[in-house]
Every structure is written in structure tokens, then in C-alpha cells.
């Protein structure tokens, strides 16, 4: 109920909660070095059901806040270029107050960045809708973008931005994060200076696995090269196994390695196990949305 006492932070609209989810690579395949100098890849990538959540409220102008990371809040932040590019491309409707609320560990292989750029586009296409061809401005912002935007599984392929929804059953799994932060362009150059590449993925194998709940038959090609200079990254992968988890895997450029569970149950057990023995670590339970 509106009253004339009101002061105009009273009259402030309320942010809507956006969630991000992030994702992990069910095997990522690097096919070889293009001519344009990106990399070929096959992969088969899935949303999970943690992430980060973004509050978002019309304003006047575009301010950005982050909470829980150390994270530039200018046109340094994927988010801040986001929601730039959207309100560029929509004719300046106005501006968007974001908050960024970071529980994903940064430079981690889970998509983190991508996520809240593309859940970032949607929330401003609601806010302000426009004739504005999303998933062109999501490549640009980055590879992984697009896939945020489809809501389902998808095989990628080209560099990424090749996507070919697909079904894949739920899957339990665990996430671990040793604390190191990988960069992406390392993992890549390393892979190409050892010219470790590597063929497409079979995903008709790899979903008859899951659905089974056997052993998957992916790989990562990026994980060698990643782990071989890395020891955290190859303690997690060995501790994944060691919990009774199985079919453990590098996601994307690492850090975060994952395993997969036989049930959330088992999921739950062997997380907490995970974060009772290593304690400075980021470890979750969760599944494939």
C-alpha cells in the first residue's frame, strides 16, 4: 500500500532472484587446433542443480554488486558486459541493479562466469523485452554462454557455440574443488604444446552408462596436462574413487573434478566424508538438472 511518507527507496523496485546453474563436462574432447586458432571441440555438457543466484531490479542506470568473491564490478565483470551488451542491443530501456551472489569457486571448470552471463541476458530480456537475438550476444560474451541459454543437455561441438540438445537421465554426482584456480588459455596451451588431442566422444556410450550406472567412457582431454602440473587436482580425482564413487573426471579446464554416485543417498555419504577429510575444500552433492 502506497502512503505519502514514502521516501523513493521505499518505492524501489524489488530485485527478482535469478539462479545460475553450473555445469560439468560428461567428457570433453579437443579435436585439434583451427586455422582461426580456437580449438575443436566435442563434449557432452550438463546443468546441475548448484550455482550462483543473481538479485536483478530496474534502475536508472547499470551498477553491479558481488557478494562472496572479490570480483571486479565494472566492464571487467562478464556480468557487467552482459547485461551491457543487452541494454546496448535493446535501445537503452533503462538500467538493472544486479547483486551477484558467488557460491561457486572462481576459475573452476563449472561454467560459473558463462552461467551468470547468460541467466543475466534472460532476466533483462524479461525485464525489458526487446527483438534481441540472445544467443548471438551470448557467443560473443564467451563459448560456453549459449549452452546457459538452451535449459537442457547438450552435445557442443566447433568451438562451443554447436549446440544439439539432447536428454540425459538424472545423475547424482559430487563435486570437489582443491582450492586451485586454472585458467583456461593454460589448459589449452599446455594441451597444444604436448599436441595431446583426442577423437570425438561416443555419447551413445557414455548415455548408456548413465543410464545403467555403469563406469562412464568419457575422457577429458585437457585433464593430463592440467593434473600433470597440478598435484591437488590428481589428489581429488584419487580421493573421488577412494569415497566409492565412480567414473571420476576433470570438468572443463579443472579445477573442480567430479564422480558420479549411485543414488543421492551415496552422493550425500560420500560428500560428507569428502569435507569431513579435507576440509579446506569445496565439495557439494548434487545432480544433473
Not at 596451451?189 to 568419457?218: K, M, N, Q, V
Request: net charge negative; charged share 15%; proline share 8%.
Amino acid at each position: 500500500m502506497l502512503r505519502a511518507d514514502m521516501s523513493p527507496a521505499d518505492l524501489a523496485p524489488l530485485p527478482a532472484t535469478y539462479f545460475a546453474p553450473a555445469k560439468v563436462n560428461l567428457g570433453l574432447s579437443v579435436r585439434g587446433l583451427r586455422a582461426d586458432g580456437y580449438h575443436e571441440l566435442h563434449s557432452l555438457m550438463v546443468a546441475l542443480n548448484v550455482g550462483d543466484d543473481l538479485d536483478i531490479a530496474p534502475a536508472d542506470s547499470l551498477t553491479l554488486n558481488v557478494q562472496g568473491a572479490d570480483l571486479p564490478t565494472d566492464g571487467r565483470n562478464l556480468v557487467y558486459r552482459a547485461a551491457r551488451a543487452y541494454l546496448d542491443a535493446a535501445g537503452h530501456p533503462g538500467g538493472a541493479a544486479i547483486t551477484l551472489h558467488k557460491r561457486l569457486p572462481l576459475a573452476s571448470g563449472l561454467g560459473g562466469g558463462s552461467s551468470d552471463a547468460a541467466t543475466t541476458l534472460m532476466a533483462l530480456a524479461r525485464l525489458y523485452p526487446a527483438r534481441v537475438d540472445l544467443p548471438t550476444l551470448a557467443l560473443k560474451l564467451g563459448a560456453d554462454v549459449p549452452f546457459f541459454l538452451l535449459g537442457s543437455a547438450a552435445v557442443a561441438s566447433g568451438v562451443g557455440e554447436i549446440l544439439e540438445p539432447l536428454p540425459v537421465p538424472p545423475v547424482p554426482l559430487v563435486l570437489v574443488n582443491p582450492g586451485v584456480e586454472v585458467a583456461a588459455r593454460d589448459a589449452y596451451a599446455w594441451l597444444d604444446a604436448e599436441e595431446a588431442f583426442t577423437p570425438a566422444l561416443d555419447t551413445e556410450a557414455i548415455l548408456d552408462a548413465l543410464s545403467a550406472g555403469r563406469p562412464a567412457p568419457y575422457l577429458n582431454a585437457l585433464q593430463g596436462p592440467v593434473a600433470a602440473r597440478h598435484a591437488p587436482i590428481r589428489e581429488a580425482l584419487s580421493a573421488l574413487e577412494t569415497a566409492g564413487l565412480h567414473s571420476a573426471l576433470m570438468s572443463g579446464s579443472g579445477s573442480t573434478c567430479f564422480a558420479l554416485a549411485r543414488d543421492d543417498a551415496h552422493a550425500h555419504d560420500a560428500a560428507h566424508a569428502l569435507a569431513r577429510q579435507y576440509p579446506h575444500w569445496w565439495v557439494q552433492a548434487t545432480r544433473t538438472l
